[in-house]
């Protein structure tokens, strides 16, 4: 078992940043792809972007990629996610999670609420 909590939303403007991060407890976190995710209102959930547990190969989504980055700290068991340039369309619920691979994440946090003001 992992659990899982993120910390670090809040409302922005329109070209600010935020860093969410995402405190793992458990099981070992460094055996474990990292992701965050994000719902936006009446839509469905969407990948965000992810980190791989070994040499720390990082994927994101086309609509975040250049401004978004994820980094880990295996050592604090935590997973971050940089935002800069922040639009109004990433307004959202942001979840990390954690799993074996990258199509396969058991383990969700409650996630926190991002805002950007236009």
């Known amino acids: 078992q992992v659990q899982l909590v993120e910390s670090g939303g809040g409302l922005v403007q329109a070209g600010g940043s935020l860093r969410l991060s995402c405190a793992a407890s458990?099981?070992?976190?460094?055996?474990?792809?990292m992701g965050w995710f994000r719902q936006a209102p009446g839509k469905e959930r969407e990948f965000v972007a992810a980190?791989?547990?070994?040499?720390?190969?990082?994927y994101y989504a086309d609509s975040v990629k250049g401004r978004f980055t994820i980094s880990r700290d295996n050592a604090k068991n935590t997973v971050y996610l940089q935002m800069n340039s922040l639009k109004p369309e990433d307004t959202a619920v942001y979840y990390c999670?954690?799993?074996?691979?990258?199509?396969?994440?058991?383990?969700w946090g409650q996630g926190t609420q991002v805002t950007v003001s236009s």
């Open positions: 999670a954690a799993g074996d691979s990258l199509s396969d994440f058991d383990y």
């Open positions: 458990g099981r070992t976190f460094s055996s474990y792809t």
């Open positions: 980190i791989s547990w070994s040499v720390g190969n990082t």
